[in-house]
């Protein structure tokens, strides 16, 4: 799980669409550089990972319309946390996820990833059916 973690800690930017009723958005979550961090491990039903983040260096949050509007949302967080899902066949699929709570917008972003540490699958408590994972092309 440990190669698996630092798969996704290396990649640092993760990019899914967001398609609405009346809306097409490219979204670009950029994460501060965790590489060699200490972090805490624990977990019940696999591995938590949790990192204490510096208030300087927050989560930003690209969002570009098809219209051509963007904005930056930056999201200050003291800690994050990777985690397993509780439900089995979940972690089957995405053994690890991150969640991102977005205050000012009274939700969150849950990015899931697979086992080679790939975004696989994005969730809001908004809205879960409307996230496609972009995948970035060598």
Known sequence: ????????????????????????HEVSIHLPDLTGKEYNTWGDWGPMYQFKLNSDYPISIEINSQTGLSETL??????LR?????????????????????????????????????????????DTKNFEPIRETL
């Not at 799980?1 to 097409?24: H, T």
């Not at 930056?74 to 800690?79: A, G």
């Not at 000012?104 to 972003?109: A, F, L, P, V, Y």
Request: proline share 4%; hydrophobic share 35%.
């Open 1 to 24: 799980m440990e190669n698996l973690l630092a798969k996704i800690l290396e990649k640092k930017q993760f990019k899914f669409r967001y398609r609405g009723v009346l809306s097409d």
């Open 74 to 79: 930056r999201v200050h967080l003291s800690i």
């Open 82 to 126: 990777i985690e397993s899902p509780m439900s089995a066949t979940e972690r089957e699929e995405y053994p690890l996820f991150m969640t991102i709570p977005i205050e000012d917008r009274n939700s969150k972003i849950e990015l899931y990833f697979n086992r080679y540490g790939e975004l696989g699958d994005v969730r809001s408590r908004l």
